[in-house]
């Protein structure tokens, strides 16, 4: 629908000018419409959204920017340019790029163009060019006219980039491929420890207080197997001190708890994961404590009297277990919230973070119910981290839109649930077609900074959700596609322990249940499948590449560039059997693939080129590689 310059209330007045002012026209309908257009814009000026210095403007290096302006799919027609200058000589001379599409979701389309500056004090506006009209974008909105003699009143501007300003890439999240491990249920692997916690046997169905025995020792012994696998790095459970199995209620933050080994297994588990080029995130549990943590004790004697008392959010002067009057996780009374606002808890978490960092040498930490916790505790915690190791990564627990969070100050990235949502979504509910799937990924994407999508902690499920192959019916060929679209796109996967060999499980705690280590249950084409998928993320056109998400032909397509070479997935999510149409290449070739048939004459023939079409059958994937100008 196109929107009017003025408001429904300025518009009325025109009509009234129009009236008293006795305006004729010619009788002629079309003489009477253009007359209008000259005060009406064409175009949803609703939806347009630019804002400097944010996800639509940030720098992604010393002199390099980021631009996105948002607009109305309706108005895909328009061209748009971007208008620019230093921002000192903006009124003298300018230069002009055209913007082009490169995200669609369900509402809007969003350009971008990225700049090599010479001077970071950069100003700007926009040009859009709508049904043969110009127009531009600035501070002022739209308007039909712009004054760049007095541009430095309403031009958009990035005032200057300071480079502590810039969020920096973790690189090595670029080609990692994380695996996460619940500790009690991967693999027991000290057998002399004291075993009169394990209450179950291995194999059987998990309850809440379940203990089954997996330790340090065991990930330890399995290194190997996780190597050849094709893990980089792998993301941990809490080990601290706990009553419970999961540890996410932690009574001493200096100790590993006893039952998962020792802070030197800790360090020898770092030590010998690096050895073999994996890295270990720790999880970081500073939102809560248990109610055995020493401090919480102290208050539950002392009351208001103990110097701790600040340090939780207590409703009264004493603590009362039984009512629960003070903040807790979720309504766990066992689980109370710590005052992240209180200075003197900030040391005392920040402290602990980094005491393990220097005593073990871990590469980061994943931030538990992070989005719960105070903002300027988490600035104060990456300042000192990133001090200690500025290649350490920080990936936050929040599970919707974490944008306030992620502007380069506190998290580099999170938990995308939001592509593990879209993923239920497409391949377990079916709710999704190919093109809702398309414009559900791509507004993700447009939440978000470029270096935080490359850092995103892309994963089907967790301990805290139901095993994604459950949610797709144990189909194999959903779970495949699935975990081909989180390796081709955007962000650093995270395989959840025990989806190669297709672990069921349904909500906590049936999704924490043990790892089958008996080889002859597990399906080893399954297997073998996703080892290989595992292996595309050494391509380095997937670490550093461009994407563009859409639909084609009913199929989801994703398609990354980086110099010149491409790699395209196609999956068909539909119930029939799907083609897809190539250009002539001699330098195309399909490197993983399920469900695909290949129309060629001799079916035989190496699949190293591809010049005629490819069907995909239902459910299928195919991954496709081409060196472009070889």
Known sequence: ????????????????????????????????????????????????????????????????????????????????????????????????????????????????????????????????????????????????????????????????INQNDVLKTVDWMRDAVFYQIFIDRFYQGNMQKDTGYINMAWGDKPTPESFAGGDIEGIIEKLDYLQKLGVTALYLTPVFSSVSNHKYDIKDYRKVDPQFGTKEDVIRLVKKAHEKGIRIVLDAVFNHCSMYLEQFMDVIKKGQDSIYFDWFLINGNKVDVEKGNYECFASCNYMPKLNTANEQVQEFLIEIAAYWMRETGIDGWRLDVSDEVSHDFWRRFRKEVKKINPDCVIIGENWHDAYPYLQGDQYDSIMNYSFTKACLDYFAREKFDAKAMAEKLNANLMRNLEQVNVMMLNLLDSHDTHRFFSEVGCDKRKLLAALALEIVFIGTPCIYYGTEICMEGGYDPDSRRCFDWEKTHWDMAVYDKIKELLALKKEEVLQYGTICVLEENGMLSVHRTWKNVSITLWV???????KITFSKSDTKKIICAENELEWKKNPKE???????????QSKGFVVVKEEMGV
């Open 1 to 160: 629908m196109a929107a009017s310059v003025f408001s429904v209330s300025e518009t009325l007045k025109l009509f009234s000018f129009v009236i008293k002012k006795n305006v004729t026209f010619v009788n002629n309908k079309k003489h009477k419409i253009k007359w209008l257009e000259r005060f009406i814009i064409k175009m949803n000026q609703y939806a347009i959204l630019h804002i400097p210095d944010s996800r639509y403007c940030f720098a992604v290096g010393e002199k390099e920017l980021v631009l996105r302006l948002r607009m109305s799919k309706e108005d895909d027609g328009a061209k748009v340019y971007l208008i620019y200058a230093q921002k000192y000589d903006f009124t003298l001379k300018r230069q002009k790029k055209r913007m082009e599409v490169c995200y669609r979701d369900y509402l809007y389309s969003y350009y971008e163009i990225r700049l090599a500056l010479e001077d970071v004090r950069f100003a700007y506006l926009f040009e859009i060019e709508e049904a043969g009209k110009i127009y531009y974008f600035s501070e002022d909105g739209v308007t039909k006219n712009y004054c760049f003699e007095e541009g430095f009143y309403n031009f958009f501007q990035m005032p200057y």
């Open 572 to 578: 068909n999510g539909t119930d029939q059997t799907k």
């Open 606 to 616: 190496e699949r190293n080129c591809i010049n005629e079409p490819l069907f995909l």
